[in-house]
Nanobody
Framework: EVEPVESGGGLVQPGGSLTLSCVVSPRSYRKDCLAWFRRSPGQEREGVASIFAGSGATAYADSVKGRFTISRDSAKNTVYLRMDSLKPDDSAIYYC??????????????????????WGQGTQVTVSS
């Protein structure tokens, strides 16, 4: 297995958009759970979004619902996070995570628990004018 590798971070103005990418290890889609987390200075790491590879089911933090979209390209072993209508509060280091979970564990009520087996190094997103 390889460690997830994120890319696409940068500086963007409030109201702008950004898409993060993360290359992950190929796995059986039946238990492959992919997620994005973020951590702002002085804050705990929080779950942003998750996707279950087998069905495409997704889950989102309330703070990003309607603005962020997680997706996966199985042919490229890549998971994306499309971020629209960005706010300064979205500024953080964004981490990609890959874990072995079923659909309920990946997108159910406790999807944002951080016991994923593989984590990327993170990519900085700064929203500022």
């Amino acid at each position: 297995e390889v460690e997830p590798v994120e890319s696409g971070g940068g500086l963007v103005q409030p109201g702008g958009s950004l898409t993060l990418s993360c290359v992950v290890s190929p796995r059986s889609y039946r238990k492959d759970c992919l997620a994005w987390f973020r951590r702002s200075p002085g804050q705990e790491r929080e779950g942003v979004a998750s996707i279950f590879a087998g069905s495409g089911a997704t889950a989102y933090a309330d703070s990003v619902k309607g603005r962020f979209t997680i997706s996966r390209d199985s042919a490229k072993n890549t998971v994306y996070l499309r971020m629209d209508s960005l706010k300064p509060d979205d500024s953080a280091i964004y981490y990609c995570a890959q874990g072995v979970r079923g659909e309920a564990g990946c997108t159910g009520a406790f999807w944002a628990r951080s016991d994923f087996g593989n984590w990327g190094q993170g990519t900085q997103v700064t929203v500022s004018s």
